[in-house]
T-cell receptor, first 112, second 116 residues
């Protein structure tokens, strides 16, 4: 079964705007990861945040984690048309480091 | 390019035929994962190898599916007697060992299977 649920399922914004995607999960975790997938391609790792971390930054990306609410958010600032892709959160299932579960993803469209 | 390669990239087959996919992980990575992804969904875990040992299998992996990783290097995923419901993208990922904690999985480009 899937672990994470991304929200919204689809998001359309103008270039330059910020995009925020949310992820909720069900079990206890050791870490949460965000991936990007361009249409028909493999997944590209964006950022990993461990359960004892609350916020992490990487370039234009900002990820937060709230383990009490079992939720995470991914913020992309100053979006570009090239950011158009599907974004997935993934967590280890019930603390099992070798079993990673993905949500259904958020489809982000950035209009030029 | 993540360093993980998969072959073939696309496979079209008729129902009932057998198909085999190959994954070459990043050479120093000892863990290898197979996932299946259908349209509009996230990847679903199928199975996992540590070196040559297959340590976990999802219940999604029916007895028509078999995976191997001889010598702990490349891996193959075989589907026997394919069904239309097997049509999906099959993704492979590899990961190194990082202190026992889950680290980054590096994904290959996937093999898109279409069963007619």
């Amino acid at each position: 079964s899937q672990q994470g649920e991304e929200d919204p399922q689809a998001l359309s914004i103008q270039e330059g705007e910020n995009a925020t995607m949310n992820c909720s999960y069900k079990t206890s975790i050791n870490n949460l990861q965000w991936y990007r997938q361009n249409s028909g391609r493999g997944l590209v790792h964006l950022i990993l945040i461990r359960s004892n971390e609350r916020e992490k930054h990487s370039g234009r990306l900002r990820v937060t984690l709230d383990t009490s609410k079992k939720s995470s958010s991914l913020l992309i600032t100053a979006s570009r048309a090239a950011d158009t892709a599907s974004y997935f959160c993934a967590t280890d299932w019930g603390g099992n480091n070798n079993d990673m579960r993905f949500g259904a993803g958020t489809r982000l469209t950035v209009k030029p | 390019d993540t360093g993980v390669s998969q072959d073939p990239r696309h496979k079209i087959t008729k129902r009932g035929q057998n198909v085999t996919f190959r994954c070459d992980p990043i050479s120093e990575h000892n863990r290898l994962y197979w996932y299946r992804q259908t349209l509009g969904q996230g990847p679903e875990f199928l199975t996992y190898f540590q070196n040559e040992a297959q340590l976990e299998k999802s219940r999604l992996l029916s007895d028509r599916f078999s995976a191997e990783r001889p010598k702990g290097s490349f891996s193959t995923l075989e589907i026997q007697r394919t069904e239309q419901g097997d049509s999906a993208m099959y993704l492979c990922a590899s990961m190194g060992l990082a202190g026992g904690l889950t680290d980054t999985q590096y994904f290959g480009p996937g093999t898109r299977l279409t069963v007619l």
